[in-house]
Structure formats: structure tokens, C-alpha cells
């Protein structure tokens, strides 16, 4: 009978601290029957804890009916709260659903969602207070005066002209010149006293920025919404009422979605709901939060990694003290602690950065949605250039679309050029600035505008091809480019294919066939050898390391310290620069060419934004693409500004090799210390797919990862396509416990993407 019982109960593992590393351990809890239908995974619960008789509240993040100790040994759940669901269940909620979608383990998860705070001492600022009145302090000042005390007359007659009689100790001991001694002197005689007080560490992002009551920062912000923005808001409002479906507002860029932001932002702040504004760089944080914080003053706050622990644990006091309404920040800002958030909007959606590269593998996008529906808030996503996913989607009736067409006030797009770079190598033109390009560049020093040069280095040192025809080796069986490899290999990602390194085109048979080498540095010392009196800013991952590097360096840029800017892709999200004129793309190759299907689709989302920095403001913008490839279709659609004509050559191509968002992909990553071991297991999780895929499943590879070998660490990835979403996190929870259960596998890592 006593086996009978314990075959019905059911245990609950609960984490009790969440805010410490203490969670990495769960203690188990037996369920009463009568708590049987309230205990679920996330609940918060109250439980006896420790040898004594202290309830703690604590967290449900497993149920089972495996006893892990003798089963008279589990105390039982004492109750279930039974008030409004706290924060801290709905957030574990999201963990586990990110541990099912994307695969971790749960603590991975946990401390993605609850990232560990560790309690930081509260910043005290130091205040001289005069405690006489102003009559006798006039007359006590005299006296000094008379007996030359000069210091001490200094001291009384600053704390006489400031309102409250109160100065900054930091500023007596420094600017005033007072001494520690005359200090204790007057504290000592009752006259004034040495006062402590909590302040918050302000982040570089809110310093210098007007609160919103000022009346200069008040009158910054103040816009007129044009027809096309107001029925943007309001057909948005008017879904958020109705289906509530996730919505998606494409405005080209300079057409003022962030207007349409702060509208919809308004009404959510009025419920008395709050806001995340996901953003995909940290680089973009100081302007945006410039923006904001006229707009909506003090309610603005910024959560970032590149912020100090003492910064972010202080603006994480002011979320818990409901001092903030509106966070802005990259994608952990997605996990911001709010108690009644109402709505998530996710800035230039398109952007890989939304993707986290460590386990669990989680698309913010993605997990923004499931977050807004635990907590029945909305989501809003914003671009001018829409990923494919989103577009197939909204086409799909999943997503509603809202469009805005025509730029803010009076500016309009660029004039957009095309330099084909093989006609440059012709003309015996070997620099990376074309002719056309330094006559521009000219032009803007002589009129005193500025000038945006991006670098499209993303996977610059990858694909190999002729600098006489254009032609790049591409895989036969992929349609991607081969990627070189130091062993002078020339390999596939997807399928493992791979020749030898070739020392001709075999398109047109010309010598000059290789990868680019072109840095952002060598771009600056061009640009210094025709240009020498031109003031250039430098703006990459070399020159932003240190904490508050991107803010000093758009503030500079901003405030017309420089004349051009160089850069790799963080300067073209979202940056408005009223002053610049010209942008210039140099080598658009490089991103179109790599070995990634979304290859053509990032190409022109990068092109498409880089060109939407030009003519911001009242003056006329242009812009010079400079490729090799003039004639392919993601850069003819990135010219004229035209989605419609990308998407549909690009969705067909997916539609064909199926690829997302026509069909689901899992990537299974492997990496381990022994290369011929990692090949081996790698070999054994393709015949265990194999033996439980479907009929539509397709599996592909294993090959090795674009960088095969990291710190002695060899990479491998294995592909799994398959239509079905649930049939796909079926065969990837088959491959976890595959690994688990399997000795084999020890000594040896593996994360999941989902659609990458």
C-alpha cells in the first residue's frame, strides 16, 4: 500500500533565492493533495525551510513523482499565495519555455531570465548643511572676516548664496579649497553639519539629457504627427483592441516610427502599464535615450552590459521603487523586472543581434512574444527593412502590418549611386575609395557637412572571388558561397563540401582572385592621404572597448567635431545626423557573399539603412554603393528602396532550398578538444536522426563551423529541416537525451539554434 501512495505523489523542485548564485540549486517539496490543481511549474509557493521553523517563499521550476530522498524525509508545500502573480513566476515561466524551445539546461535558463545582482553598496554623496540662520551666519562671517579667516568666510558665504544653505562636500574640499579641519571646527561650534545621502550612479546614457519639464527640452520634442503616422497609431490602437496580434510598422528610413513609438508608449503609460524598448546595439542606446528621456523625462531609464554592477544595480532599485516606466536597452533589457508591463517594442527588428550566442540560444523576438503573453501585454515590431520572417508573417494574417512611406517633414531619400568596382580596377584605380567617391567626400569638406563611410565587414576575411569579373565560389549543392579555410581548403558550412583553393578565376581565368582585407584603420589612413586636413572619427569595435567609448564618440560626431565618420555596422542602425549629406558603402560584397542563406536579405537591410542616414534633415542626401556585383537583385531592390521586389525573389529562393521561414532549421552545434572523437559523435547523432526523422525531414552534414577550431576547441554543426516546428523540438529533445544517456558524449558541448 505504501508503494501504492508514493506511486501517486508528486514532488515539486523549488529555488529559493533567485536573486543569488544559490539558485544553481533546487530543493525538493512534496505536493498536498489539496494543492495538487494550484502547484505548476513557475508557481510561487510557501515552504518550511532550514532545521528550523522558518517559511521562506520559494519557486516550482520542476514537478515529477520521483522522490529524490527517502520520501518521509520531503516536507510538504505549506500553500500556494494566493494573490496576484508575482514578477518572479512569470519570468520563471519564460525560462521554462525557453529551455523547451531553444534547449539549455534550466539553470542557463534561469540566469538568462533572473540574472544573478549581486547587492552593491548605495553611492553616498557627502553635504555641508548650515544649521544657523542667514542674520547670524552674516554676522559670524564678519567676525571672521576681521580675524582673517578667509577660508572659513569662504565656506559661509557659499552656503549663503545657495537656497537651502547645502554644498557638495566634494566641491568645498576641491573648488572652495576648505580643509578637513576647519570642516570639524565649524561642526564642532553647531554651525553647520556633515550630512550623508543615498544618490543614484548615473549611467553616461542619462547625463547632460533634459528631464521633459525643462522648457528647452520640452520644445526639442515637440512634433506634429503627419495623416500617414496618425493612422499608423490608430490602426494599431484599433488591433490592440481587436485581435491583438503582434504588429509590425515598416517606415522607410526618416519616416519617424519613433514618433509612432512615443504615441503608442503614451497610451500604455496611462494605464499605468510599463514599457521595453529593445534596441539592437548598445551604440545606439545614448541617442535613443536622449530622445526619450525629453520626451518622457525621469520615467526613462537604461539597462545595457557595458553599464558598471554599481550603475546597474542602482537603476534596478528604480525599477523596484516604480521610478522608471520605460526601459531602453539591447536584448537582456527584454527581462527587465517590471510588475504590469504592457507593451515590448523591438527596434529594427531584423537585426542577428536579437540572437544570443550562448546557451540557451534564444531569439529575443521570439521571446518577447511568449513574455507578452504571459503577461497579456503587446508587442510592436519596428524596421524599415522588415527580416523576411516578419514580412512572411504579416502575409500570413499572424502579424499586423503598418506602413510609412513618405520621410518626416520635408526631407527626402538619397540619390543613390552605383560604382561598379571592376570598371575601378580597369581605370588602374586600386584604392578602396573610388573616384567618384573622393570627388563626393570633396565636396562635403568644402560645404562643411559630414560624411558617413561604412566598412561592411561582416564576414569579411570568408568568401573568396574575382576582383575582373565578380564571380564567387559558391557551393553546387547550397547555393551559398565556400568559405577559406587556413589548410587552403575551400568549404561549405551547410554540407560539408569542399575543393582546393583555386589561383584563377575559372570564370574569366584572371589572377586577381582572393578575399578583402580591408580594415576600418586602413580607411582612415586613405582618407588622411587625399584628405590630410579632414577631421575623421573611427568608430569599431577597437575604438568603443571602453565602457562609455560609443557615447563619446556620437556625442563628438554629433556636435560637429568631425567631418566623417567611419564605421562597421553599428553606425548605420538608427543613427540621426542632421548634418550628413553623404554616405558611402564600401565593398557591399562582403556581406552577400557569405556562407549563410540570410546572406542576400542582411545585404540589403545593411545597404538600405547605411543610405537611410543621408539627408536626414533639410539638406539633400546621396549615397555611393561600391560592389562588385551591381547587378544583383538584393542590391538593385537596396537602390530604389523597393522591399516588395526583394522579398519576392527572396522568399522563392527560400521556398526552393527550404529554408525559414518556408521550413524550419535546426542547428545542432558540437565542439570538443578532439577532433576525430567530435566526428565520430557527430556521425552517431546523424544515424539517430536519421532513424527518427519523418518523411519531410531533411538532415544535412555534419561539417565544420565557419571558424572550425577556437582556443583549441573544434567545431562542428549538424542541420535538421523539417516543416513542422514541433516535430523539429521533438528530434532536437530526442538528441538531448540521446547525449545524456550516452558515455560517448562526456568531454563534449552541445547548443541548439532554432531558425538562425
Not at 553647531?190 to 543614484?200: F, V, Y
Not at 527626402?412 to 573610388?434: A, F, H, T, W, Y
Not at 564576414?459 to 565556400?482: E, M, N, Q, T
Request: proline residues 4%; hydrophobic residues 35%.
Amino acid at each position: 500500500m505504501a508503494e501504492e501512495k508514493n506511486a501517486r505523489e508528486r514532488y515539486a523542485d523549488v529555488i529559493v533565492d533567485i536573486t543569488q548564485a544559490s539558485m544553481d540549486r533546487s530543493y525538493q517539496y512534496r505536493i498536498p493533495p489539496a494543492l495538487a490543481d494550484q502547484v505548476r511549474e513557475g508557481s510561487a509557493v510557501r515552504i518550511p525551510f532550514g532545521g528550523g521553523k522558518r517559511e521562506v517563499e520559494g519557486y516550482v521550476v520542476h514537478i515529477g513523482t520521483v522522490p529524490k530522498i527517502a520520501p518521509e524525509r520531503i516536507k510538504p508545500i505549506l500553500e500556494v499565495p494566493d494573490d496576484k502573480v508575482s514578477i518572479e513566476s512569470k519570468l520563471i515561466r519564460l525560462a521554462l519555455w525557453m529551455k523547451t524551445t531553444y534547449g539549455s539546461s534550466l539553470n542557463n535558463a534561469l540566469k538568462t531570465v533572473l540574472p544573478v545582482r549581486e547587492k552593491e553598496k548605495r553611492a553616498v554623496q557627502e553635504h555641508v548643511v548650515l544649521l544657523w540662520t542667514e542674520e547670524k551666519t552674516r554676522l559670524l562671517a564678519d567676525q571672521y572676516n576681521r580675524r582673517h579667516y578667509s577660508a572659513k568666510v569662504r565656506l559661509l558665504s557659499a552656503l549663503l548664496e545657495q537656497p537651502e544653505h547645502v554644498l557638495d562636500r566634494g566641491y568645498v574640499t576641491g573648488t572652495l579649497k576648505i580643509t578637513a579641519e576647519s570642516l570639524r571646527s565649524l561642526e564642532r561650534e553647531g554651525i553647520i553639519a556633515l550630512r550623508d545621502s543615498d544618490t543614484w550612479r548615473i549611467p553616461e546614457e542619462l547625463r547632460d539629457i533634459g528631464d521633459g519639464n525643462d522648457g528647452d527640452g520640452a520644445q526639442a520634442e515637440t512634433y506634429t504627427l503627419t495623416p500617414e503616422q496618425e493612422s499608423a497609431r490608430d490602426g494599431i490602437l484599433a488591433e490592440w483592441e481587436g485581435q491583438d496580434r503582434p504588429c509590425l510598422l515598416q517606415g522607410i528610413t526618416g519616416s519617424g516610427k519613433t514618433l509612432v513609438y512615443m504615441e503608442l508608449i503614451e497610451h500604455v503609460l496611462r494605464q499605468g502599464k510599463q514599457v521595453i524598448l529593445l534596441i539592437p546595439e548598445i551604440a545606439l542606446s545614448w541617442q535613443n535615450v536622449q530622445r526619450f528621456r525629453r520626451r518622457f523625462g525621469a520615467a526613462v531609464t537604461v539597462l545595457h552590459s557595458k553599464m558598471s554592477r554599481g550603475e546597474r544595480s542602482d537603476q534596478f532599485e528604480r525599477l523596484k521603487r516604480g521610478e522608471a516606466q520605460i526601459v531602453i536597452g539591447p536584448r537582456s533589457a527584454l527581462f527587465t523586472p517590471f510588475p504590469d508591463l504592457g507593451l515590448i517594442i523591438i527596434d529594427e527588428e531584423q537585426e542577428t543581434s536579437y540572437r544570443s550566442e550562448t546557451a540557451p540560444r534564444y531569439d529575443a523576438r521570439e521571446t518577447a512574444l511568449e513574455r507578452a503573453r504571459l503577461e497579456h501585454a503587446h508587442v510592436l515590431f519596428g524596421s524599415a527593412t522588415p527580416s523576411v520572417d516578419a514580412v512572411y508573417r504579416c502575409r500570413n494574417g499572424k502579424y499586423a502590418l503598418f506602413l510609412l512611406q513618405a520621410r518626416y517633414g520635408n526631407a527626402q531619400l538619397p540619390e543613390v549611386s552605383v560604382v561598379d568596382m571592376r570598371e575601378e580596377l580597369k581605370k588602374g584605380n586600386r584604392s578602396i575609395l573610388s573616384i567618384a567617391l573622393r570627388k563626393a567626400i570633396g565636396q562635403r569638406l568644402e560645404r562643411k557637412e559630414q560624411t558617413i563611410l561604412f566598412l561592411n565587414r561582416r564576414g569579411y576575411s570568408g568568401f573568396i572571388s574575382c576582383r575582373s569579373c565578380g564571380a564567387v565560389i559558391k557551393c553546387p549543392h547550397c547555393d551559398v558561397s565556400l568559405t577559406f579555410h587556413a589548410n587552403g581548403k575551400l568549404v561549405c558550412h551547410y554540407c560539408g563540401y569542399e575543393i582546393s583553393q583555386v589561383s584563377r578565376c575559372p570564370s574569366c581565368g584572371s589572377p586577381y582572385i582572393g578575399g578583402f582585407r580591408a580594415g576600418t584603420e586602413k580607411v582612415e589612413t586613405e582618407l588622411h592621404r587625399y584628405f590630410p586636413d579632414a577631421r575623421v572619427i573611427r568608430m569599431d569595435a577597437d575604438t568603443t572597448r571602453k565602457k562609455d567609448g560609443y557615447a563619446k564618440i556620437l556625442r563628438a560626431f554629433s556636435s560637429g567635431e568631425a567631418d566623417i565618420l567611419v564605421g562597421t555596422q553599428m553606425i548605420v542602425k538608427g543613427h540621426d545626423f542632421p548634418r550628413v549629406t553623404l554616405v558611402g558603402v564600401l565593398a557591399a560584397d562582403l556581406s552577400l557573399f557569405v556562407s549563410d542563406y540570410r546572406a542576400a536579405e542582411r545585404t540589403y537591410q545593411l545597404l538600405v539603412q547605411a543610405v537611410g542616414r543621408a539627408g536626414r534633415g533639410d539638406l539633400a542626401g546621396e549615397a555611393f554603393i561600391q560592389t562588385y556585383h551591381p547587378e544583383h537583385y538584393s542590391i538593385q531592390a537596396a537602390i530604389r528602396q523597393d522591399y516588395d521586389a526583394f522579398y519576392e525573389e527572396e522568399i522563392t529562393a527560400r521556398e526552393m532550398m527550404h529554408y525559414p521561414p518556408a521550413c524550419n532549421l535546426l542547428a545542432i552545434h558540437g565542439s570538443a578538444a578532439d577532433e576525430e572523437r567530435l566526428g565520430i559523435a557527430m556521425a552517431h547523432l546523424k544515424k539517430y536522426l536519421i532513424r527518427n526523422q519523418s518523411r519531410e525531414t531533411v538532415i544535412i552534414g555534419p561539417a565544420p563551423e565557419n571558424i572550425r577550431k577556437i582556443q583549441d576547441i573544434y567545431r562542428q554543426v549538424l542541420y535538421v529541416k523539417d516543416p513542422d516546428e514541433k516535430r523539429i523540438i521533438r528530434l532536437r529533445r530526442l538528441v538531448e537525451r540521446f547525449i545524456e544517456i550516452n558515455s560517448g558524449f562526456n568531454r563534449m558541448m552541445f547548443q541548439y539554434d532554432l531558425n538562425a
